[in-house]
């Protein structure tokens, strides 16, 4: 599609063929060409900031019993018994974990934004049943005016209590 954007003259002073300046008195008639035709463009270029890999994306694990949480664990899966005991051990960026619901119960909890210190949090099985523990990076500039445009993370477990 060819799209024709008029242009508007403004009152500058013009030159002649012979160099010298026209007065701004003189009036001169603009001539738009426009021709119709079609157009065609050869297909977008895929470009990318870093040489492409072959990512060959691993499965979620699934764990069974008490055990420490890591940040690469995001996205696993863990299988507790009533009365067995995750521990979640994630970088000093990330706020206190969360599970929600009453299935899992919160029982201690250190470290973490804004400490600076490692996070390091304990949560007991206390009843049968689905939820996650979930935890995201914070940082100060998030809370600054005007705001950081810095992305976060989200670390994620599923927990089944049976």
């Known amino acids: 599609m060819l799209l024709l954007v008029p242009c508007l003259l403004c009152g500058c002073a013009a030159t002649t063929n012979a160099g010298s300046l026209v007065s701004p008195s003189t009036?001169?008639?603009?001539?738009?060409?426009?021709s119709v035709g079609t157009a065609s463009a050869s297909p977008a270029a895929t470009v990318t900031p870093f040489p492409a890999k072959s990512v060959t994306?691993?499965?979620?694990?699934?764990?069974t019993g008490s055990r420490t949480l890591v940040e690469s664990d995001s996205?696993?899966?863990?299988?507790?018994?009533v009365g067995e005991i995750v521990t979640v051990s994630l970088p000093s960026e990330y706020d206190t974990?969360?599970?929600?619901?009453?299935?899992?119960?919160r029982t201690s909890s250190t470290g973490g934004y804004p400490t600076g210190k490692p996070l390091d949090?304990?949560?007991g099985a206390d009843k049968v049943g689905r939820t996650d523990?979930?935890?995201?990076?914070d940082y100060a500039c998030l809370h600054a005016?005007?705001?950081?445009?810095?992305?976060?993370?989200e670390w994620i477990v599923h927990v089944v209590v049976s």
């Not at 996205?75 to 018994?81: D, H, K, M, S």
């Open 145 to 153: 005016q005007p705001m950081c445009m810095i992305p976060q993370r």
């Open 27 to 34: 009036t001169a008639t603009p001539s738009v060409a426009a």
């Open 97 to 105: 974990p969360n599970a929600q619901g009453d299935v899992l119960a």
């Open 121 to 123: 949090a304990m949560f």
């Open 133 to 137: 523990i979930t935890s995201t990076t």
């Open 57 to 63: 994306p691993s499965a979620t694990p699934t764990y």
């Open 75 to 81: 996205g696993a899966t863990i299988n507790l018994r």
